[in-house]
């Protein structure tokens, strides 16, 4: 896969040593040619070319940073939600009250009327106004 950019490198490399070796040539020349022929080009090129790997790579990891929120949330539903075994009614009584206390908002709660029901924090609230011409 690197034959290409090692091959035109050589190339450009080979550019400035005559650059540099010719007698009308300078070194700043050399230099210059080896830059702007040699290392700039090859550089745009593997960045190009790396675009879709560097996408993949960025969408499984906030995959795997989704699935792992998702887990999360759901364990903690799952703990919020299982009574334990009271042993004495003041007990289960403070039980339910516990269990219904951590369960997500219903649907009749202010919360769930929020467009958002209360997880993000609100956008813009004033709507932007138009200036007449």
């Given at each position: 896969m690197y034959i290409v950019p090692i091959a035109w490198l050589y190339v450009a490399l080979m550019m400035a040593v005559a650059e540099a070796t010719s007698s009308?040539?300078?070194v700043l020349g050399a230099f210059f040619t080896f830059v702007l022929y040699g290392l700039m080009p090859i550089g745009l090129l593997?960045?190009?070319m790396g675009t879709p790997g560097r996408r993949r790579k960025r969408l499984a990891r906030e995959a795997e940073e989704t699935e792992a929120y998702l887990a999360a949330e759901a364990t903690n539903l799952a703990q919020a939600v299982q009574p334990t075994e009271p042993t004495q009614p003041a007990q289960a009584a403070q039980g339910i009250e516990a269990v219904q206390a951590a369960q997500p908002p219903g649907l009749d709660s202010p919360a769930s009327q929020q467009a958002n029901?209360?997880?993000?924090?609100?956008?813009?609230?004033v709507p932007p106004v138009r200036k007449e011409p």
């Open positions: 009308q040539g300078t593997l960045y190009f029901a209360g997880h993000l924090p609100p956008g813009d609230l």
